[in-house]
C-alpha cells in the first residue's frame, strides 16, 4: 500500500506506514490514485554531471543546478516524485570534477610564477656576461676589477661621488667593495644601474643617484652604487678584490662560475645570513640546497659562467671541478671543494686559479 504522505510503499494489510507513521487508507486504483514518476530534471543532471567527466567540466555547473533544481522538487512532491539519488549523483559528481580540475590546475599556474622570477634575472646576468665582454675587449682581456690590488674588501665605498680614482678608492691599496667592480660595467660600458636589480631581491631597488643628493653628475661619474651598494646590486660576483687570481677571458677557464645571485652566507638588505652548519654537500637533497641563494627560497640560483652563459643550477657546487661557487677552499689542493668556508669575515679569497668564490657586500649604513 501506497503511503500518500511519504510516498513509501507498505505491505498491502498495513494501517500504518512503516516510514513515516502515518495513518494508511487503501484507495482504489484509479485515477485519483498518485501517479509516481521519476524525475525528468534529477535524470537530467546526472546525464550532464557524467557528461562533465568527459567534458573538463563544462557540464558540471549545469548539472548541479538541475541536481538542486530536482531536489526541491523531489522534496515538494509528497513522494509524486521520485530520482533523489539521481539528482544526488548529478551534483556529486561535477564537484568531485571540478576539485580534481583545481588539483591539475593550481600547481600548473604556479609552476610559470616560479620560473619566471629565474628568467628576469637570468636575463639580467646574461646583458652582464655580455658587457663584460665588451669590458674585457678593451682592458686586455681583464674582466672588470676595482681598486687596486691587494685592496681592502669594505661594505660601502666612502669616495663612491668622488671625482678621481684616488679619492673613490683611497691611496693604494686602498678600499674597494664587490659592487664597485661591477659599476665599472655602468662607467664603461654604459649598462644601465635596473641592469643590476632581480626585483625578486627583497629590500633591492635600482641606483638613483638623486636620492643620495647627487643631482650635478652623471652616472658614468660615479664609482659605485651609492654608499650602501647592497642595495641596489642583487648579484654576487668573483672575490678578486685582494687575491692574485684575477678573471681573465684569455687564461681563465670557460667553465668559471664569475656571478650568481646573492650568497647565501652573507646578509642581505632583507634578510640575514643563512645558518651555514644547516649546509651538508654530502647530506640529503635539503641539507643540500640549504647552500643555495637566498632569493629563490633555496630551489637554486642562476649563475653567469665566463664563457658567458646563464644556467639555473639547482646546487652550488657547479664551478670548475663541481667546487661550491658560494665558499673558499681550505684545501688547496681542492679536497674540500663541494663544501669549503663561508666568507664571513671579509677575508676569504680563492686559492687557486680554478677557485669561483661569489661574493656580495653586505649592507652598509646609509649615509651621503
Not at 34 to 43: D, E, H, N, R, W
Not at 50 to 59: E, K, V
Not at 126 to 149: R, S, T, V
Request: one cysteine or more; aromatic letters at 8%; a neutral charge.
Amino acid at each position: 500500500m501506497l503511503c500518500l504522505k511519504c510516498g513509501k510503499e507498505n505491505p498491502d494489510d498495513a494501517q500504518i506506514c512503516q516510514s513515516c507513521s502515518a495513518l494508511l487508507t487503501q484507495a482504489p486504483v484509479t485515477a485519483e490514485r498518485p501517479i509516481v514518476k521519476t524525475s525528468g530534471l534529477a535524470i537530467a543532471a546526472l546525464v550532464l554531471g557524467i557528461l562533465s567527466l568527459f567534458t573538463c567540466g563544462i557540464t558540471a555547473i549545469p548539472a548541479v543546478i538541475l541536481g538542486i533544481i530536482a531536489l526541491v522538487q523531489i522534496g515538494k512532491s509528497g513522494g509524486r516524485v521520485i530520482g533523489k539519488g539521481f539528482a544526488v549523483v548529478g551534483i556529486v559528481v561535477p564537484m568531485v570534477v571540478f576539485l580534481l580540475i583545481i588539483g591539475l590546475i593550481i600547481p600548473a599556474m604556479n609552476r610559470p610564477r616560479q620560473i619566471a622570477p629565474r628568467v628576469v634575472c637570468g636575463t639580467n646576468l646574461l646583458g652582464i656576461g655580455k658587457a663584460m665582454l665588451i669590458y674585457a675587449n678593451d682592458y686586455e682581456d681583464e674582466l672588470p676589477q676595482a681598486g687596486y690590488p691587494g685592496s681592502t674588501w669594505v661594505a660601502g665605498l666612502p669616495g663612491w661621488k668622488g671625482p678621481t680614482r684616488l679619492q673613490a678608492y683611497g691611496r693604494p691599496p686602498g678600499q674597494v667593495t664587490v659592487s664597485s667592480s661591477l659599476y665599472l660595467l655602468v662607467k664603461y660600458v654604459e649598462v644601465g644601474p635596473k641592469q643590476f636589480v632581480c626585483k625578486y631581491d627583497s629590500g633591492t631597488t635600482e641606483f638613483k643617484p638623486a636620492e643620495y643628493g647627487v643631482r650635478d653628475k652623471d652616472l658614468i661619474d660615479l664609482w659605485d652604487f651609492g654608499p650602501n651598494p647592497s642595495k641596489h646590486c642583487s648579484y654576487s660576483y668573483h672575490a678578486a678584490y685582494n687575491s692574485p687570481f684575477a678573471l681573465n677571458v684569455a687564461s681563465s677557464q670557460p667553465g668559471m662560475a664569475i656571478a650568481a645571485d646573492r650568497n647565501p652566507w652573507i646578509d642581505t638588505p632583507a634578510a640575514k645570513a643563512r645558518d651555514f652548519s644547516l649546509f651538508k654537500w654530502d647530506g640529503n637533497t635539503q641539507q643540500q640546497k640549504a647552500g643555495n641563494a637566498i632569493t629563490y627560497k633555496g630551489e637554486g640560483q642562476n649563475v653567469l659562467f665566463l664563457d658567458s652563459h646563464v644556467s639555473f643550477e639547482k646546487f652550488p657546487f657547479c664551478g670548475v671541478m663541481d667546487d661550491n661557487i658560494y665558499t673558499a677552499w681550505t684545501d688547496p689542493r681542492g679536497g674540500d671543494r663541494q663544501l669549503g668556508s663561508p666568507p664571513t669575515d671579509g677575508g676569504a679569497v680563492p686559492l687557486t686559479k680554478a677557485d669561483s668564490l661569489l661574493v656580495h657586500d653586505p649592507p652598509a649604513a646609509d649615509k651621503e
